[in-house]
């Protein structure tokens, strides 16, 4: 495994710590949690909380700050955080407005967002969430029952994010947060897999002219493995199946194109 | 080489058209070069042109907008724009005060930047420059006399960029660059040498337990090649040098991590 790191076990906390001191003007990290809060916690707002494995930066505690999330929870790499480190989040933020948790559809996050909602709301704190599921190129996979939330997820702390900071109540929040999940949708692809820390081998392999089409964030494997074709028929290729997914004609669409974190710029702008 | 491309001829093309339709509301690109210049236009103001050879992204296009550059000329990946783009560009951000060249340390930019400015001058627009050589790794290389000029050169955009945008005059604003130039040090290394697509080949070869050290921004073989440490061994490596070269006792420092275009934020974040 070639990697820049200190320690395989010590990854994600030496991460956190990081990322909140090199922004302490945005970020502070609760107390014995990987937990990524806003630095200026705004009274009677809707507060978002959000997370999910490590392993995706920026997401989550990229996405932490005004009109966005009020916090982040990371989990080991490609690891859901378990129910606590997410309550702790969910009693430091709220602000006496209720919590919408904003989860990508994975069993792990799911289980335990719920969980931690349950939690705090025995405690009288109002939480709900929506589930988000943008990935239309599986139905069903190692890690999801149902459609798997990836790269859409950001939309939806940016559009709910900004209801929230408008004073909107937790019912508003949710349901534009929900608008969002209904009408977003991705797919991925790949040309080299990615290898996590802690097991320090690659997911899978690819040859020379092989991209893995419909991969997930995890760096599981996709719905085909193809030759490399040019840019251009890449995104046709996945454009094809976003659309028939969800009929966007006579919408305006806002388009969202990422590089899972090591893709160049100079490979994401063509256009012709 | 595994790339995500269409066609190796036109890759900055197709790089220039997709970042100014991605971000129409900042950019525009001057018709017949690859120039990118401000939308927003704003007369009276010292305008910062700078560029470069493309593969470099963000730098340059990514830094042009409301107090950074004014102008961004791209050239072919990792070559030198001609005069004539540079000439155009500072003719399209020439607004009366006068214009700022920021130019990185190497032959073919500071021979082909002077050379525009000097055409410009014959115009009759004030045209001064800064040469950005913060790079310590090396004095001299295959592509420059002297320091070459690396990420350091983004400092002097923001900086010099932002006194531009309160009304300095051009003394004031080549002042200002140069006090940049003269405090900002930086050193690179790396894990994976990079290919030039033209090229289709690695620059260099690195074993699996090899990093290269002091590498420049065109992916030239750097100063040592060693074997691979944890990253703060490596950061204390690049520190040593980086002091050795200025110091910095007493002052106030602002610290720049970047990834070279395709390294994880999280092995960038690190700390203890």
Request: hydrophobic content about 40%.
């Amino acid at each position: 495994m070639k990697k820049i790191i200190n320690d395989v076990a010590l990854v994600e906390d030496q991460m956190i710590l990081g990322m909140v001191k090199a922004y302490p003007q945005y970020l502070k990290k609760l107390d014995g949690y990987n937990v990524v809060v806003r630095a200026n916690k705004k009274q009677g707002k809707v507060a978002l909380i959000s997370g999910g494995g490590s392993g995706h930066e920026p997401a989550h505690g990229g996405y932490v700050g005004t009109g966005m999330l009020d916090a982040a929870v990371a989990g080991a790499v490609f690891t859901s955080p378990s129910p606590e480190p997410i309550y702790e989040g969910i009693k430091a933020v709220s602000a006496g407005a209720g919590v919408l948790m904003v989860v990508k559809n994975y069993t792990g996050d799911v289980m335990n967002f719920e969980m931690a909602g349950e939690m705090a709301e025995m405690d009288g704190i109002p939480v709900k969430q929506v589930i988000v599921n943008d990935d239309v190129a599986v139905k069903d996979s190692l890690y999801t029952v149902g459609r798997r939330g990836v790269a859409g997820t950001v939309l939806v702390h940016k559009i709910a994010g900004a209801k929230a900071e408008t004073g909107a109540d937790l019912d508003t929040v949710q349901a534009i947060a929900q608008k969002v999940v209904d009408n977003v949708r991705t797919m991925g692809m790949a040309i080299q897999p990615c290898t996590v820390p802690a097991s320090g081998k690659p997911g899978f392999e690819l040859s020379e002219d092989e991209m893995e089409v419909g991969i997930g964030i995890h760096g599981e494997p996709g719905t085909q493995r193809e030759t490399l074709r040019p840019a251009d028929e890449v995104v046709d290729m996945l454009m094809e199946r976003i659309l028939a997914d969800l009929d966007y004609t006579g919408h305006e669409v806002a388009v969202l194109v990422n590089g899972s974190g090591a893709t160049p710029l100079m490979e994401l702008f063509y256009c012709k």
